[in-house]
């Protein structure tokens, strides 16, 4: 049995640029991963299957549907084999929460069968295998900061940025993406955001020559623009994801909170540990039924 984890991917920033002709949105997103995530297993000799476990496992499809197999299907398809081997998966990231979990389940999927068919991570076929398998995918193939673009298919190359200090905080509210992005009210062919990326691209030069070892001055460039575009579509979705962002707003030590992806998971920065796990501490006992986790992003 071989075993990945699979991390939960943070959108640090996330500019709409406009909907193209086929309805998609193209956009721009600098994005982190966490130290938390769900586990994905794989026994490669049995029958082609899943299984799932975990806090947020219960009622999730084990079929052909899920974003596992379709993944492990589209690469096999690929190599022209039959499909092969049972996948187990412990959930522990909540669902629907725009922090990727199902993406980064199928990116997992992806890693577990490159293994075991003696793939590089950037061999062409396993890209286009996770570009097949939905928007996210390609990005968390390999599970490092970059900035990705279009509709997710166009990455930029990995970079080493500041370990951040944060506090995931999600309510408990599925949130549908396409309904997110419905909120925004866009026409095929219509604009939203059309300036270009190099404010973006500039800053996270500087942040990786100037600040290799923390993050205080990633997070006050990220303080001055570069929000999240989807956020208030996403609150007027799932009203709650307001009510999120002011707890984290006020703990003390937080430099900023945001939405993640299309929500409802936001973020909190910090500048230690301790003042994120402090944060935790007070956020949980304020709200018991919320998902709370202190982690790194890098």
């Given at each position: 049995?071989?075993?990945?984890?699979?991390?939960?991917?943070?959108?640090?920033?996330?500019t709409v640029h406009g909907r193209r002709d086929d309805g998609y949105h193209d956009l721009t997103s600098l994005v982190v991963f966490a130290g938390v995530g769900d586990s994905l297993s794989l026994t490669p000799d049995a029958s082609f299957g899943m299984s799932i476990t975990g806090p947020f496992g219960e009622g999730l499809d084990t079929g052909p549907h899920n974003l596992v197999l379709r993944a492990a299907g589209r690469l096999f398809q690929r190599l022209g084999h039959p499909p092969r081997g049972h996948f187990a998966l412990t959930k522990r990231l909540?669902?629907?929460?725009?922090?990727g979990g199902g993406s980064a389940d199928a990116a997992a999927a992806l890693r577990l069968l490159a293994q075991v068919h003696d793939l590089a991570l950037a061999d062409p076929v396993l890209m286009a295998a996770s570009r097949d398998s939905g928007?996210?995918?390609?990005?968390?193939?390999?599970?490092?900061?970059r900035i990705m673009s279009g509709i997710g298919d166009s990455l930029g190359p990995p970079m080493r940025l500041p370990k951040l200090f944060a506090l995931l905080v999600n309510p408990g509210v599925a949130v549908p993406t396409a309904a997110v992005f419905a909120s925004l009210g866009l026409a095929p062919g219509q604009r939203y955001q059309p300036k270009a990326d190099a404010r973006l691209s500039s800053a996270v030069a500087s942040w990786h020559e100037d600040w290799p070892e923390h993050g205080r001055g990633m997070i006050a460039s990220l303080q001055s623009g570069h929000g999240n575009d989807l956020e208030g579509p996403a609150?007027?979705?799932?009203?709650?994801i307001g009510a999120v962002l002011d707890a984290l707003r006020a703990t003390e030590g937080c430099r900023l909170a945001r939405m993640s992806g299309s929500g409802a998971t936001c973020f909190g920065l910090f500048d230690d540990c301790a003042s994120s796990a402090r944060a935790a501490r007070r956020i949980g006992r304020a709200h018991p039924d919320w998902w709370v986790k202190p982690t790194i992003l890098r």
């Open positions: 049995m071989l075993t990945v984890r699979a991390p939960a991917k943070v959108n640090l920033t996330l909540p669902v629907a929460s725009g922090i928007a996210d995918v390609p990005v968390c193939l390999m599970a490092r900061a609150i007027r979705t799932a009203p709650v």
